[in-house]
């Protein structure tokens, strides 16, 4: 049996402000894979992560989450949720904050102290385990915030453009840190605005004007809009 989670949406539809943010979207997230959800500003990718999340509910659809072949009535329990608006305590250190998210994911401590030491290696933060999360730059935030997410191996992780906002470096390591953790036992749903992070994906679905325009691997799309890479469709 499989261990990661899939996911079928099914018509979904949701109005936020009067705005259709998704419209009749039909999608299918298969197991054990990267998926790239692509798009301009206010096609419907931060409100269908936040759905896949449980954090929204839709107007219209269904959604169905498969753990191996099991149904799920819930997806809590294996969900990480990455969010893209600053998220963490900035008064809390970085040790601090994984002991919040130990106590709040019940890790018993062996495998917590595990879980820290390889965490702190992938991410080259151990010398900064003591400061505030107030006081780290924009890519040690992120890691930081990656890294309470990873705490507790999830089998559905959600990324809403987890790369946003730093530099290239820090993109570089906040993507080593997601292959090195997320490429076992991991089905991985992400947003993003640059279209390299896109191209890495499994398989690439393209949402405009809360439409679901096309769902394929990398090359696939490249064939269907007869184009030479991703960024070429914006």
């Known amino acids: ?24 979207v039909t999608v299918s997230f298969e197991d054990s894979l990267i998926h790239s959800i692509i798009g301009p500003n206010g096609a419907g990718k931060t409100t269908l992560i936040r759905i896949l999340a449980g954090l929204l509910k839709t107007d219209n659809g ?17 969900l990480g949720y990455f969010p893209q608006e600053p998220s963490l305590y900035p008064d ?8 919040f998210f130990k106590e709040l994911y ?21 010398q900064f385990k003591e400061r505030k999360a107030g006081s780290l730059s924009g890519g040690m935030y992120k890691k930081l915030g990656l890294m309470c997410v990873l705490l507790n191996r999830p089998k559905l992780l959600l990324l809403d ?9 820090s993109r570089r390591e906040l993507w080593d840190l997601i292959y090195t953790f997320a490429k076992n036992n991991m089905t991985i749903i992400m947003s993003t605005s640059y279209m390299d992070e896109a191209e890495q ?13 096309a769902s394929d691997n990398p090359l696939g799309i490249m064939e269907k809009y007869h184009i030479n890479k991703i960024e070429d469709l914006f």
């Open 201 to 213: 994906a499994n398989k690439i679905h393209i949402l405009n004007e809360g439409s679901l325009l």
């Open 62 to 78: 269904s959604i169905n989450y498969t753990l191996g072949k099991k149904k799920l009535s819930t997806v809590k329990d294996y």
């Open 161 to 169: 453009e987890p790369t946003i906002g730093v530099d290239p470096l």
């Open 1 to 24: 049996m499989n261990n990661c989670i899939s996911i079928s949406v099914n018509d979904v539809t949701k109005t936020l402000s009067s705005t259709k943010a998704l419209n009749n």
């Open 92 to 99: 809390l250190s970085c040790q601090e904050h994984l002991e």
């Open 106 to 126: 019940k890790i018993n401590n062996r495998d917590f102290q595990e879980r820290c030491q390889q965490l702190y290696k992938a991410t080259n933060m151990a």
